[in-house]
């Protein structure tokens, strides 16, 4: 009988991963586990189409991939105990004899900062014998990082294809570049996506930690860059260390113009300025505050992740710049420049925590983009709950579909500390977009008090979906 319990990866293996943004694994379900998954699939496709969100519950026997402890293993060491499974999900049909475009997935049409911390994860399965020929997701490593195409007019080397027997799977850091490949055989190939997030930040490492040290891998797969300070500060917060690498570098003033100077560059090699400013002590972090406030929209964004690793020097700078920019009103690109600031006292966790009332007072503001990043950051504070949570709470009343699901993202980072947030929840159950229901109902789970978990079976026996219930198939057997 297969163990429940996770599989969890190794150093290595997460090495590859913060490097290359992906893994390709496999579980070892018997042949006849993946034929029935697939004969369900082309049954359910032609007879009603995509099942959409709901692919989970119309292919009942799917749910025993998400318990399988490969895939549990995987997202345990990636997103750490008790991530949640996002509630959009779908399952991709391929057989075009030409390649998909390179794309990044989006938020729902929410506009935000991409992380670089594995915030958000995404798991690809094919659950049947997918050879180059059929038409495997392609992924390009290493690129999960990147906001442009760097590799725009040219075809990219590297390519790494989710190619395998059936049970093959594709762990991707969420904000990954990826596309279909080519399906010359025109038979059927299908590829269930399933999105994941972090509930919880990490204390100390949730993979098969044995060594304390960073190094890279043996197998590196990276066409365009190397960033050596950014997977360094990956695998030490992984570890739980924030800010890990502030002050670790020394640079003069005539460096820390150059790293300035950098950051309207070739977009990895700004990267890696942001990072190494990020190092440099008070220098580095005041030449980042000030790049922060950039008409290049670009330069300002790469900026606020230096500084959003930058430690507790940071913190004290980005709040003041978000009432400096609140009053200038000229500035081209405030919104852009507030919520870039937003994101980085959000990353910054508990070191921030002296920002909670100057991100409360936000939610004021008449941008809808900075509203979004603020009930992101909020989420992440590790001071000042009964302030957040009662804005959180509010948040879900907000006129903004994309804030209020956003907000009820936010509350399942809390647990039971947002109890008071459980009327919100409740009314936020018979919200008219999808994702909010959704999301609230995914917080009432993790708040887990009795009133919450009353709520959420309630809810959930109300909405209960009968997956052999057809058009073909009404009430018998």
């Given at each position: 009988?297969?163990?429940?319990?996770?599989?969890?990866?190794?150093?290595?293996?997460?090495?590859?991963?913060?490097?290359?943004?992906?893994?390709?694994?496999?579980?070892?379900?018997?042949?006849?586990?993946?034929?029935?998954?697939?004969?369900?699939?082309?049954?359910?496709?032609?007879?009603?189409?995509?099942?959409?969100?709901?692919?989970?519950?119309?292919?009942?026997?799917?749910?025993?991939?998400?318990?399988?402890?490969?895939?549990?293993?995987?997202?345990?060491?990636?997103?750490?105990?008790?991530?949640?499974?996002?509630?959009?999900?779908?399952?991709?049909?391929?057989?075009s004899s030409v390649a998909g475009g390179w794309h990044k997935d989006s938020y729902w049409g929410y506009k935000r900062m991409r992380n670089h911390h594995p915030q958000w994860a995404m798991i690809m399965y094919f659950p049947q014998d997918t050879p180059v020929e059929l038409g495997p997701t392609?992924?390009?490593?290493?690129?999960?990082?990147?906001?442009?195409?760097?590799?725009?007019?040219?075809?990219?080397?590297?390519?790494?294809?989710?190619?395998?027997?059936?049970?093959?799977?594709?762990?991707?850091?969420?904000?990954?570049?990826?596309?279909?490949?080519?399906?010359?055989?025109?038979?059927?190939?299908?590829?269930?996506?399933?999105?994941?997030?972090?509930?919880?930040?990490?204390?100390?490492?949730?993979?098969?930690?044995?060594?304390?040290?960073?190094?890279?891998?043996?197998?590196?797969?990276?066409?365009?860059?190397?960033?050596?300070?950014?997977?360094?500060?990956?695998?030490?917060?992984?570890?739980?260390?924030?800010?890990?690498?502030?002050?670790?570098?020394?640079?003069?003033?005539?460096?820390?113009?150059?790293?300035?100077a950098g950051l309207s560059r070739f977009e990895p090699d700004a990267i890696n300025a942001a990072y190494e400013l990020a190092a440099s002590g008070e220098s580095g972090v005041d030449a980042l505050l000030q790049?922060?406030?950039?008409?290049?929209?670009?330069?300002?964004?790469?900026?606020?992740?230096?500084?959003?690793?930058?430690?507790?020097?940071?913190?004290?700078?980005?709040?003041?710049?978000?009432?400096?920019?609140?009053?200038?009103?000229?500035?081209?690109?405030?919104?852009?420049?507030?919520?870039?600031?937003?994101?980085?006292?959000?990353?910054?966790?508990?070191?921030?925590?002296?920002?909670?009332?100057?991100?409360?007072?936000?939610?004021?503001?008449?941008?809808?983009?900075?509203?979004?990043?603020?009930?992101?950051?909020?989420?992440?504070?590790?001071?000042?709950?009964?302030?957040?949570?009662?804005?959180?709470?509010?948040?879900?009343?907000?006129?903004?579909?994309?804030?209020?699901?956003?907000?009820?993202?936010?509350?399942?980072?809390?647990?039971?500390?947002?109890?008071?947030?459980?009327?919100?929840?409740?009314?936020?159950?018979?919200?008219?977009?999808?994702?909010?229901?959704?999301?609230?109902?995914?917080?009432?789970?993790?708040?887990?008090?009795?009133?919450?978990?009353?709520?959420?079976?309630?809810?959930?026996?109300?909405?209960?979906?009968?997956?052999?219930?057809?058009?073909?198939?009404?009430?018998?057997?």
């Amino acid at each position: 009988m297969q163990s429940n319990t996770p599989l969890l990866l190794t150093d290595e293996q997460m090495r590859s991963f913060i490097t290359n943004g992906c893994l390709i694994l496999k579980t070892d379900f018997p042949r006849e586990f993946h034929e029935s998954l697939v004969e369900q699939l082309n049954t359910v496709y032609t007879e009603e189409g995509n099942p959409g969100n709901n692919l989970l519950p119309r292919i009942r026997e799917l749910r025993k991939v998400f318990d399988h402890p490969v895939v549990t293993g995987a997202l345990t060491s990636v997103l750490g105990p008790n991530y949640m499974m996002h509630a959009h999900r779908h399952g991709h049909f391929n057989a075009s004899s030409v390649a998909g475009g390179w794309h990044k997935d989006s938020y729902w049409g929410y506009k935000r900062m991409r992380n670089h911390h594995p915030q958000w994860a995404m798991i690809m399965y094919f659950p049947q014998d997918t050879p180059v020929e059929l038409g495997p997701t392609g992924v390009l490593p290493g690129t999960q990082n990147y906001e442009s195409r760097t590799f725009e007019g040219n075809e990219p080397e590297g390519e790494v294809l989710a190619s395998g027997e059936a049970g093959t799977f594709a762990l991707i850091h969420y904000d990954i570049w990826h596309r279909s490949t080519p399906n010359v055989l025109g038979q059927p190939r299908y590829m269930l996506k399933f999105e994941f997030m972090r509930t919880e930040l990490p204390l100390s490492p949730s993979w098969n930690n044995q060594e304390s040290e960073w190094r890279k891998p043996e197998a590196l797969q990276l066409p365009i860059a190397q960033h050596d300070l950014m997977w360094e500060e990956t695998w030490n917060w992984l570890s739980g260390q924030v800010g890990s690498i502030a002050n670790t570098v020394s640079s003069d003033s005539q460096r820390i113009a150059e790293l300035s100077a950098g950051l309207s560059r070739f977009e990895p090699d700004a990267i890696n300025a942001a990072y190494e400013l990020a190092a440099s002590g008070e220098s580095g972090v005041d030449a980042l505050l000030q790049a922060i406030h950039s008409e290049d929209k670009n330069v300002s964004r790469l900026a606020a992740y230096g500084l959003s690793v930058a430690g507790s020097d940071a913190v004290s700078g980005l709040v003041a710049a978000l009432a400096a920019v609140e009053n200038e009103a000229a500035e081209a690109n405030a919104e852009e420049i507030i919520a870039n600031a937003v994101f980085a006292l959000g990353e910054l966790r508990g070191l921030a925590s002296e920002a909670v009332p100057a991100l409360v007072n936000l939610m004021q503001h008449p941008s809808e983009t900075i509203r979004c990043a603020v009930v992101d950051a909020l989420g992440l504070m590790e001071a000042g709950h009964d302030q957040v949570v009662a804005c959180l709470g509010d948040a879900l009343r907000d006129e903004s579909a994309q804030v209020r699901f956003m907000s009820s993202l936010a509350l399942s980072r809390l647990g039971a500390s947002a109890e008071a947030a459980i009327p919100q929840l409740e009314s936020a159950l018979d919200d008219e977009n999808r994702y909010v229901r959704a999301h609230a109902a995914e917080s009432l789970r993790y708040v887990g008090t009795e009133r919450a978990k009353d709520t959420l079976i309630k809810f959930l026996l109300n909405a209960r979906w009968c997956p052999t219930t057809t058009a073909k198939n009404a009430f018998y057997p």
